[in-house]
């Protein structure tokens, strides 16, 4: 495991990385090998841990928190990579298991059934069908709707502001308004860059 450190007006100690090291040895079993920066930085009274690791052919997955002491931040940055790697393994795992069914009903209907139909009921005429197969009704997921007041900003906030927030709640989508009052929406694509939508 390759971790890179940088600490800004913060000293790194032996146990600061023990606890980081650790915690990515849980998130190494769930994803394999990937590359990390850690930046910890100190702000007044407030620590600042944030956690970037690098997956192969996948965009980078950030952790970010902030806390009053930094093992608590390191703990909470951990925490949102965690779960953000268990939602990439479990889309990973599902696109394969996708793959592979097409895979097999591909090859099923290779060995679909072939039944001869003869012409004016003279068998030397019979001239071979193939019979397919669908299936009797389509499957429909239902929609849930939940709401959520943890994906809006109660308070005028600029943008660079709102990324922050967004990665601090661990959100796809986040509502604001700027601080001229018009509203906002950051929208996490699915290669990970922030799209912003300005709403007329």
């Excluded at 951990?78 to 393994?89: F, G, H, P, S, T």
């Excluded at 394969?96 to 003869?118: C, D, F, L, N, V």
């Excluded at 068998?123 to 669908?134: C, D, G, W």
Aim: charged residues 30%; positive net charge.
């Amino acid at each position: 495991m390759n971790v890179e450190y940088t600490g800004r007006q913060y000293e790194i100690t032996p146990i600061t990385r023990k606890q980081v090291e650790g915690g990515l040895e849980k998130i190494q079993k769930i994803l394999g090998t990937f590359e990390t920066h850690v930046i910890l930085s100190t702000e007044k009274r407030r620590h600042i841990a944030e956690i970037t690791i690098t997956v192969r052919n996948h965009a980078p997955i950030v952790g970010l928190s902030e806390a009053q002491e930094m093992n608590t931040a390191i703990g909470g940055a951990l925490d949102k990579i965690e779960r953000q790697a268990v939602k990439y393994k479990t889309r990973w795992k599902s696109k394969k298991r996708q793959a592979r069914k097409k895979m097999e009903s591909s090859g099923e209907s290779q060995q679909e059934p072939t039944i001869a139909i003869a012409v004016n009921g003279d068998l030397t005429t019979a001239v071979p069908v193939k019979v397919h197969s669908f299936p009797s009704r389509v499957k429909v997921t239902e929609t849930h709707v939940v709401k959520s007041s943890d994906s809006v900003s109660y308070k005028p906030l600029t943008i660079e502001e709102a990324v922050k927030e967004a990665e601090f709640r661990d959100r796809e989508v986040f509502v604001f308004r700027d601080l001229e009052g018009r509203v906002k929406v950051l929208h996490r694509k699915r290669d990970g860059k922030m799209e912003l939508i300005e709403a007329p």
